[in-house]
């Protein structure tokens, strides 16, 4: 069986149009089935403008109501039934969807993924990951990129074995390597709650150790771990010091008749590395940890990142890695 | 009375030479006396090289011991009694120094200040701070960038009051403002530390609220608290991206003729830029929450780094910060 991929269709900066255009490329380009779900009016005009489309492939499930971005999530799920998301989560409860994809409110979803779908047993904390391009060219998978601003040492276990099983399982990387990310290199570096973590990854044979912030970037270890909160910022420090030399480089460049013939001349190189830096662009961030398949998308989404989420989550489903985690975070360690 | 300054010859990748160096040019520049702390031969060697200096303002201490950048702290700190550092130190608590200037192991110099010199009363944690560009020209203090991983809720307030005590006083920034690094910018985000921390910062008149990551660099707030663990990896991801970034670049730049071209026209701005993102040449970090002014400088630091680091030792000797920080420490909040 294939997997079938209910999308929020009411999600995100650009829906629904975004989320209508990449679910019909989904299916044109995957062959999956996908069910657009959200407000019927809204959604068929937006398939309007598609100018055809694989009608055995795309579906419509009417949910009139929006949970929106600043929405505080669980108030949100409890009022708004009717919503997109909240009828997208059940589907994919009921088994009527075997993967969801949502560029919406995230702590909505991930709120919602967990009274809905549940959380996978032996998971106390279900996080959110992010893929992130590193310099070697592979990706780095950075686990938790922000659902647990307080974890403890159990957490960042349950991170790492989910962290590892993701990469190996639906990114298809390998070997696979778990770093924790800390502030020295060297054992016993750290907070308490990081310390504690790495002598129960010790054993692991996919650990390798701490990693520091500057090296998370290199690529040399292609899973890392931490809390919500460090995640956080590590992914925002990214971000604003991109945003500053792309900035700074600007300002450099209108100074001065040479460099500006420079800066006309490397213009295309510069597009070309914005674009690789946007790790929006290699689509969803996995829910890790709940019992189904749960693509979160950047709110800002277009098209092409909905769609990339699409194709993310079908890997997801289709992986086993859910099923694999469940194995290995019964083990005891 | 005019600060003299005591200077760790012995300290960091460079020493003595860059300290010997450092330490004459400040005295050139500045007119302030420097002592030389360190082994005298070596010390004496790299003054013969300087051809010439002001010997009315130069003076030497033997301490022929050295703390290495990777030994465990204390540990050092108790053997090596006739160490650089440890000599300096005590010069510092008896009175015969006005400011220490260090580029030798961080974590002994945090320790050794605290044993010697000693907390400032009211300060639970002395906390390092570093000096970051920032978009829009100014700078950005970040308190603490690294010496403890675990910080409570009122080491939080601590930073905040001496990081604005010492941007306005000694860096003469005005107005000061005060954010708290969060993952969100309304109030309620963030882990419990930091949550706890906000309500605790909340009446005070430079306080402006969250701060995320991604706008750290921007500089609409110049003062930015955390605890060290994120403060490290704030620093860390900062180097990191902009490594990977001018990496990158220079990817590109080797592609295609055109791009070629660009970028060697472009290298002069590139070098610029990278001078300016490197958070090393704004001279040293303060030590903040010690009885007496400690600056730390790079491990990597070379003579200009060296006066830069004295230049800041004496403007922090001469502000009356530390004065300043007692009285606003001990007004119950």
Known sequence: MYPRVAIDAMGGDNAPGAPVSGAVMAAKALGSSVCLVGDEERMREALGRMGGYPKELVTVRHAPGVIDAGEQPVGALRRKKDSSMVVALNMLKQGEADVLVSA????ALLAGGVMTVGRLKGVDRPAISAVLPSRKGGGVLLVDA???????PEHLVQFAIMGS????RVLGWNPVSVGLLNVGAEEGKGCETVKQ??????GRSEF???IEARDVLDGDVNVVVCDGFVGHVFLKTVEGTAGMIFHSLKAELA???LSKVGGLLL????RRLKKRLDYSEYG???LLGLSKPVIKCHGSSGPAAIMNGCRVGVEFARSGAINAVLQEIRTPD
């Open 267 to 270: 213009k295309p190189a510069f």
């Open 208 to 210: 390798v150790g701490n």
């Open 197 to 202: 973590a790495y002598s129960r990854l010790k």
């Open 284 to 286: 969803g961030a996995p």
């Open 255 to 257: 100074d001065g008749a």
């Open 104 to 107: 919406g409110n995230t702590g």
């Open 165 to 168: 099983v993701y990469a190996g």
């Open 146 to 152: 922000g659902a647990n601003v307080d974890a403890r």
